[in-house]
């Protein structure tokens, strides 16, 4: 849109209404080596599509190599979002840890300058082979996402991380390379997914390639196949694109991926499948100039020149000096414009591409923020609109702002304005606007709901309130458009400036303690039983009156008075706490009777006849944005697998904290008295003489350094009587463990059981960690989630004895799940089953073995 005029016009329009779950990179200021590699970038129209199976599959050396050194248009496609992996920096699982690893992607991507897709296939752990995966996923379904991706993005290259014949491992890794292969072809083929050609065309990849690797003892690499060196220097970024990989890889977190900047060679190494095989370019034979935009021979070359010039001409401590010469080059790329034409694509990324270098020489910055991070439809917030160009010489310009209805014309001395005025939140939104596409509906399996086309492969939602700013210079010819998204800034007096992103919230959250409470019934049966469940009540709305109405199971009675769950709210951001109090209206002797129980609390906000039922899940980290789930308020009441006195008998439990886990609150749930323990206290015996059994939380050994020191205070407590519990641990090259860490010799390995339905020999099936105070049976393994077991013990010494056998299928069996070792007077114990999942997941056969385990009268 161009305005005409002498001065500088500003027009700012909002268009779309989908909140952004992360922070927007729409304001990302380039320095002048950074514009002049945008400027070289103009010429090169070369594209490459990488893909894998999972954040963090991405090869970053090659994929910084190729978009920082070579210039091309770069992409990654995960097929899955890494919800089934695990969680180094919290207890996250499943949906919350896929969301992390999400922005950690975009976060990876914002430092090696390539895009982002995903497909709708689910993360469901481990798999051993494709035809489990595609079991899970169904095939087309994910092929079809695959195929829109390609069409969409349009690559000349196609290159996959793994083998389409099993030498990566993971089913997962095979099933990428399989539906690489076959999408390559596909989306070039009209009867495949004819549905999507409404929205883009058939597209023919020319080239696809396997990147081979050495992972240790698996190498897949020879020097007979292609190669390159992607870890060269850029003199001008002034680091080499190893560095920049590293910093791109060190964003995966919660996986534990930080590595240390790399500035040696980096040889990457490749397999034809599909093309010419190169000599020294993965793009040899492809036009990647600007006769692919444009038909006419002698204007390609024109623009190519003009490109060169501005190349040539470019002050590195003046930028601006060059924005004459790209409105002049922008000009003769608009002459080119079919709109019917196959070109159009590329046109128009090359313009957007010279809007952005134009706005980075003239020193543009505009922005729009909010005063809220909560917006509450039908309420108001205060909107602040600022733009500078630090241009030498700027003396005036003329603002024409517009927003929704806010629509303001100023003259403007000077080279900044800002404007804030007060804006409704449109009725017509609501939270499911700012609750991540891919989880509005239920996931089928393996695979989540479907979406529509123009959210289908997008790692997040499109931006929320977005504008549309055009700035004009001097002549009507001579502007420049920005789009700024709406967020919230504030500034934290240790951090400084905040950016983070702003959501569509009810008016008030009701958000329960846990979302699984466990009930404990006595041994005495005349015994009454009482229950107390803490929820807090959060308001967002400038003010609220209403009440909270708990809906509770026909067998409880609710013991609170009217005046304990009135809500009356005079300011956003205020909360009150409330403690839901219930007792067992039913005789529980029948509840015993029945063996399980397992029933629902819903709450609701009732305010002049609206019912309010969303409970919200906040994610907070330094490394991402912050992040929002929405759900329906309600508790899971559960039986206890313990009674008060069996509870009494186990006695005090103590916990080592590991990665991430959320063991001992489930622990704690059910009736235990469970205490974390902290280093001191371990060099305490006095301290350690205080508990019956101590365990240690999932990879405690890994990440805790100290433990290695502990392990002689450790077996003291175990020969002086008491019982340790280790979770799983790892031992592999990114965290090796160089000790032994039972009292006997005993090696971790990388074995697991996928298959969460695998059948459990008893190997020791009167064994009295089987006995009391449960006898465990086979029907305590069913309706595991996930998987059985992770890094079972492998080789150990013959004091060890092993519970169980299992095996996943067509392989042999494992009886590593569980091992223990009586030690003096006391006992060990080490664990690879999936109880980190098990017990939150509230499956009460895991609860029973857990509790046998644990159990030290």
Known sequence: MKFSGNKLYILLAAFGFIISNIISADAQELNSGEIYKEIQ??????SVLYIAAHPDDENTRLISYLSKGKLYRVGYLSLTRGDGGQNLIGPEQGIELGLIRTNELLQARSVDGAEQFFTRAYDFGYSKNPEETFSFWNKDSVLRDVVWVIRK????????????????????????????????????????????????????AKKLFWNTFNFGTN??????????????YDPILGVSYGEIASQSRSKHSSQGFGTPLVRKPIYEYFVTWEGTEPKSSFLEGIDTGWDRAINNPSRAKLITQKVNEILTKFDFTAPYKSITALYTLRSEVEKNYEFTSPTLFWLNKKIEAINKIISQCAGVYCEITSNKQNLVPGQTAEITFSVISRMPNIQSFECHFKFENINIKKDIKGNYWDTTFTYTIPTSLNFETSQPYWLRKPRNKGLFADVDLNLLGLAKNPSPFKAEVSLNFNTPDFYITQNPTLNYKYNDP????????VFITPPVVIIPETDRTFFQLSEVNNRTIEKTVNVKVK???????????????????????????????SSAGSEKNIEIKLRLFENPSLIQQKGSYNAVISYYALSQGQQLDISEKRLSYPHIPNLILYSKAKTELVLSPISVETAGKIGRIGYITGAGDKVMESLK?????????????????????????????????????????QMPNLMSFVNNGGRLLVQYNTNNRL???DFNIGPYPLTITNKRITDETAIVTFLHPNDKLLQEPFKITPSDFNNWVQERGIYFAGDRDPNYVSLFSMADPKEASNDGSLVYANYGKGGYIYTGLVFFRELPAGNIGAYKIFINLIYNP
């Not at 970038?41 to 070369?46: M, T, V, Y």
């Not at 609220?544 to 008075?561: A, R, S």
């Open 41 to 46: 970038k103009l010429n090169q129209f070369g």
């Open 153 to 204: 993005f349009k690559p000349d290259v196609i290159i996959t991380r793994f083998p389409d014949t099993g030498e990566g491992g993971h089913g997962h890794h095979t099933a990428s390379a399989i539906l690489a292969k076959e999408a390559f072809k596909a989306a070039a083929d009209p009867n495949r997914f004819p549905e999507q050609l409404k929205e883009v065309t058939v597209w023919q």
């Open 219 to 232: 190498n897949t690499i020879s020097e007979d196949q292609f190669k390159l060196d992607v870890g060269t």
């Open 494 to 501: 240790s951090k400084g400036e905040i950016t983070q992103p």
């Open 539 to 569: 308001c967002y709305a400038e003010t609220f009156k209403g009440n909270l109405i708990v809906e509770v199971p026909e067998e409880w009675q609710l013991l609170n008075t009217p005046d304990e769950l009135k809500l009356d709210f």
């Open 669 to 709: 749930e059910i009736g235990i008295d469970i205490y974390e323990l902290s280093e001191s206290d371990l060099s305490n015996p006095s301290i350690l003489g205080m508990y019956k059994t101590i365990i240690t939380g999932v990879r405690a050994f890994n990440v805790h350094s100290e433990l290695k020191t």
């Open 735 to 737: 965290a090796p463990l």
